[in-house]
């Protein structure tokens, strides 16, 4: 899926040195930690800007919030996901 290696792009996923996964366990790695990881906020706008490939104005109009609400929500999910996929 597009979004997938969109998302492990930004928060620089495709940099893991580690152990070898191929791209399928990447990507199965990365949703099983969007899934347990993330908040429920998070999550909507992790995968409404990757997946759904919504602006951060419609997300931010979507849930009744600032544009820079969301910018923030993004960027600390990014970073937790470095950390979780990091290790």
Same mark, same amino acid.
């Given at each position: ?17 580690? &152990?070898? *996964?191929? @791209? ?15 908040? %429920? !906020? ?14 951060? &104005?419609? *997300?931010? @109009? ?15 999910? %990014? !970073? ?8």
């Amino acid at each position: 899926m597009k979004g997938d290696i969109t998302a492990m792009k930004a928060i620089g996923y495709e940099d893991y040195q580690g &152990p070898r *996964l191929t @791209r399928q366990q990447q990507i199965a790695r990365m949703h099983r930690v969007i899934e347990n990881e993330l908040t %429920e !906020k998070q999550k909507r706008a992790v995968l409404g800007y990757y997946v759904d490939r919504k602006t951060m &104005p419609e *997300l931010a @109009r979507e849930f009744g919030v600032c544009k820079s609400t969301v910018c923030r929500t993004i960027q600390r999910a %990014e !970073k937790r996901l470095r950390r979780c996929l990091r290790y």
